[in-house]
């Protein structure tokens, strides 16, 4: 650890700024001159002595009394793991590992914790406002609230922790103050100046390596014997360490604790080479793109595009506006160039159009993408992670674990890493707009300063932009001639940053809605009988339904394992709803007591009823209209007037139809709706004959002369409803009333004249 800390051989001393007595405005020129432009890292030394500075309020005992509650990631730097714990538990192991009470078996680094207020507020006052956070100088302030990434974290570590060798998310200008140090206690950083980016990379990737996984610390020997200059400083209290955009660094902590707060801002040029050149890497090894680059240089050239428009038209007429306060605060702060700023702007935003548009040579004025349903929200490639701005693809027969859509970018579909369905091409805001964006803040440039032949018309376009080829893709798909990989694996890098969402089976949530609505209904739980199966043998007994049952309800087309969670769940209560049934089925009927609706159910027999303790409950049926025309036709003039007044009641749910043993028999099956309707029927008839009197008694003795017998009567039953009367009374059960039916429809098919007399049923 001494040597790491001290040795200095074959390494370059990163440029130190003393800012004890320096003003603002030689801070800023300094790193304008030496970060921006050259791209060489920078330490801005003795912030600490200044006497703004607060030292009581960045300890660790602070933290542990303001922050101790909060839930941290702490990172173990030698299996690359997260570990949850809270914040003053973290602080606890830092203290024991610090005077060696502590057996270091993890090296744990509280990276990334969430900045408290207060030292951010702090921070954004006591140092200049060029470095400022959301600030001005920051283009993440131009997306609203909701959008931006929070990024100012604080970091907390011991001797002996590090940073891998990486480049700042998606090349952002790096900030890092160490506020706090134990005595003995500081950070070394190895860093590489922009323009020996290629090098560095080519480096790590002789060692196998890739600097955009973030997960290798190059060995200091290494980093000795390179041939291109590797910069080396010691960073302690008060230290400020400027990362220039796309520098390389990775930083080891040694001695005891260390804390540090650290943030990035993204600038027009850190933006223009983020766009251009972190972005695609990110798809390459499926990095999350967390800041959103379109979006961002979007919404910041819209409006940056508007405010010198209105800076234009006021000026000329000598008037005030916001918007010459916008415009002169960039052309009067030290550092910054209004006109190379807004040209960066204009040109990363060429770019994006360039890849997003599909080439003249290709495209057919027939077609038109639709537009996604909300285009304000962040979307992500489900393959890559990158962010989905504007085009993008879209399968409506997939979901991922991650979300109820599978959306991938153009590139990605471009390069094969799409699934095997016919995908469609969707846009989040329409290209004419997007070029007319382009188009103002081209001419607004030129009035603003001159003509640049930098910025092109969109006429001059390539053909090998990632909208046409995924275009070019998708037309093939649409002709059937290509279509997406079946083994997505088979696209998959060596080595990435993330691993993809896989694809999965869509369910058709409306027919499964209407599965699950015709399914019966789950009973009420009930103490279990003697007689019934326990529960290994009901899982046991219940294999041969599930299979029936996946099928009844149409999901036998998915595999279980490609069904998101929500469907293992539906089809866990579904296969636990089927064994119910199964165990009722094939074992003695449940004769415990039970209450329904306060009906008291028992194990007697129909021969142990007299008529006064069977009543009649009218009950409207859920599944059958009881105003449709069927039913009104009785009450019109030479309509038969059924004698039967009443029937036998039902056995609980009155919508339940029969669930035969061999388990064919649906709930709402269309097949039993004229029972239903003719039994309500009946029910209906009878209480107005009774002239609003309560049924209460079962069928007369008349009524049974002409069930016996017959009767001439113009009101007579027919045969087919004498013998179903016949088996509302002598049935107790609602599956056997409907049982009972069946077997009629049977005799009437083998009788074409059915006898009034004993049926046998």
Not at 221 to 239: M, N, R, S
Request: proline share 4%; net charge neutral; glycine share 4%.
């Amino acid at each position: 650890m001494e040597k790491t800390s001290s040795s200095t051989t074959g390494f370059v001393e990163v440029p130190r700024f003393d800012v004890t007595h320096a003003t603002e405005a030689e801070i800023i020129d300094k790193v304008h001159k030496l970060c921006v432009k050259q791209g060489i890292p920078l330490v801005l030394e003795n912030y600490h002595l200044k006497k703004e500075f607060d030292a009581e309020l960045f300890t660790k005992e602070w933290i542990q009394r303001n922050c101790g509650d909060q839930e941290i990631a702490a990172r173990d730097v030698n299996n690359i793991l997260d570990e949850q714990m809270k914040l003053s538990d973290y602080l606890d192991y830092v203290e024991k590992v610090s005077k060696g009470t502590k057996s270091v078996q993890q090296m744990l680094y509280a990276k990334d914790v969430t900045c408290p207020t207060v030292w951010k507020d702090y921070i954004g006052s006591f140092l200049p406002s060029y470095f400022r956070y959301n600030g001005n100088n920051d283009l993440m302030s131009n997306l609203t609230p909701d959008l931006r990434a929070e990024n100012l974290m604080i970091y907390i570590g011991v001797g002996g922790t590090n940073t891998p060798l990486h480049k700042d998310m998606c090349s952002s200008f790096g900030h890092n103050i160490m506020v706090y140090a134990d005595p003995d206690s500081w950070s070394t950083w190895y860093m590489v100046a922009r323009d020996d980016k290629e090098k560095m990379s080519a480096l790590v990737q002789a060692l196998g390596q890739d600097v955009d996984l973030e997960n290798y610390y190059v060995p200091i020997d290494i980093l000795e014997k390179a041939d291109f200059p590797v910069y080396h400083t010691k960073q302690q209290v008060g230290d400020f360490v400027m990362v220039p955009s796309e520098c390389c660094h990775e930083v080891i902590n040694a001695g005891s604790c260390t804390i540090k707060i650290s943030w990035n801002r993204i600038t027009p040029y850190s933006a223009y080479l983020g766009v251009t050149g972190a972005v695609p890497n990110y798809h390459r090894v499926l990095r999350p793109e967390t800041y959103q680059m379109k979006r961002l240089v979007f919404e910041s050239l819209s409006k940056w595009t508007e405010a010198i428009s209105a800076n234009l038209r006021y000026s000329s007429a000598d008037n005030s506006s916001p918007s010459l306060d916008f415009v002169t605060r960039i052309e009067n702060a030290p550092g910054r160039d209004l006109r190379t700023e807004y040209k960066l702007l204009i040109v990363a935003y060429k770019y994006i159009i360039e890849q997003e548009w599909v080439s003249n040579d290709y495209w057919n004025d027939g077609v038109h993408f639709p537009l996604t349903p909300d285009n304000k929200s962040h979307m992500s490639c489900d393959f890559c992670h990158c962010d989905l701005w504007n085009r993008h693809v879209h399968c409506y027969d997939c979901v991922t674990e991650a979300g109820v859509n599978y959306d991938i970018c153009l590139n990605c579909y471009a390069n094969g890493r799409a699934c095997s369905h016919l995908m469609q091409i969707r846009k989040g805001r329409k290209m004419k707009r997007l070029r007319d964006v382009y188009i103002c803040a081209k001419n607004t440039f030129e009035r603003k300063f001159e003509k640049d032949d930098d910025l092109t018309d969109l006429n001059d376009l390539t053909n090998d932009s990632e909208a046409t080829l995924a275009y070019i893709r998708w037309k093939k798909a649409d002709d059937g001639e290509y279509m997406g990989s079946r083994d997505l694996k088979s696209k998959l890098p060596a080595k990435v940053y993330m691993q993809p969402y896989w694809p999965q089976a869509r369910r058709n949530y409306e027919e499964c809605a209407k599965g699950r609505s015709e399914k019966p209904r789950k009973k009420r739980s009930r103490k279990p009988k003697a007689t019934q199966i326990n529960n290994s043998d009901r899982q046991s007994a219940t294999t041969d339904v599930n299979v029936k049952s996946l099928q009844d309800s149409d999901l036998s087309n998915y595999e279980s394992d490609s069904l998101p969670t929500k469907v293992h769940t539906e089809k866990k209560e579904f296969h636990q709803e089927s064994a119910n049934r199964a165990s009722n089925d094939s074992g003695e009927k449940n004769t415990s007591t039970r209450k329904r609706k306060s009906r008291k159910v028992t194990n007697k027999s129909p021969e142990d009823y007299d008529a006064e303790s069977f009543p009649i409950k009218k009950k409207p049926s859920r599944r059958v209209n009881r105003s449709s025309k069927a039913d009104s036709d009785t009450t019109k003039p030479g309509a038969k007037k059924k004698d039967l007044q009443e029937c036998e009641p039902l056995q609980g749910d009155e919508s339940v139809a029969v669930s035969t043993n061999n388990g064919k028999r649906s709930r709402n099956s269309k097949k039993y709706q004229p029972v239903l309707n003719k039994r309500n029927r009946i029910a209906d008839e009878s209480e107005s004959n009774n002239n609003n009197e309560s049924v209460n008694r079962i069928v007369s003795n008349n009524d049974q002369d002409k069930l016996d017998n017959g009767s001439n009567d113009s009101n007579a039953l027919t045969p087919i409803e004498r013998d179903f009367a016949r088996s509302c009374r002598d049935l107790y059960f609602v599956d056997s009333v409907l049982s009972a039916y069946m077997r009629l429809e049977d005799l009437q098919t083998q009788q074409q004249h059915p006898s009034p007399a004993e049926s046998g049923i």
